[in-house]
């Protein structure tokens, strides 16, 4: 419910406005409590979808050429145990966003990379294993 109607910008709250209504403030302490508990899970969840995103678009393949048993040239990833690391932080990052009671209205936004990820892990470790056993 709205028990303060006034608007005002932060930069320009005085004190002696929070002492006019610090009746309605100690009456609503429970609400201000859930909606400051509200906005540092929301500001959490948005920043870790940023750095996921910042994540996803710069992370790149390093390679090196490798010459195979049969002479034919193929590309190697570098780094892969690294990046398989990065993956798999980053899907347990998208599963701990998941388990907030402030997710729901960032669910869409997650969804595009969850179904990702969790395509992309299995084949790599497979790759991976295939990649070390035969090299």
């Known amino acids: 419910k709205q ?76 780094e892969w145990k690294d990046m398989l690391t990065q993956v798999g932080d980053h899907q347990s990052l998208l599963q701990s966003l998941k388990d907030s009671p402030y997710f729901k209205g960032f669910a869409d936004k997650a969804g595009l990379w969850r179904p990702q990820n969790q395509a992309f892990l299995p084949r790599s470790y497979q790759l991976h294993n295939q990649r070390t056993c035969c090299i």
Not at 14 to 34: C, F, M, P, T, Y
Not at 65 to 76: C, G, H, L, P, R
């Open 3 to 78: 028990w303060y109607q006034r608007r005002v910008r932060v930069a320009k709250l005085r004190v002696s406005e929070l002492l006019g209504i610090s009746d309605k403030i100690i009456a609503n302490v429970a609400a201000l409590k859930e909606l400051n508990s509200r906005a540092q899970g929301e500001v959490s969840i948005r920043d870790a979808l940023t750095e996921l995103e910042v994540w996803g678009a710069g992370a790149v393949f390093s390679l090196s050429k490798y010459e195979d048993t049969s002479n034919i040239e193929v590309q190697i990833i570098k």
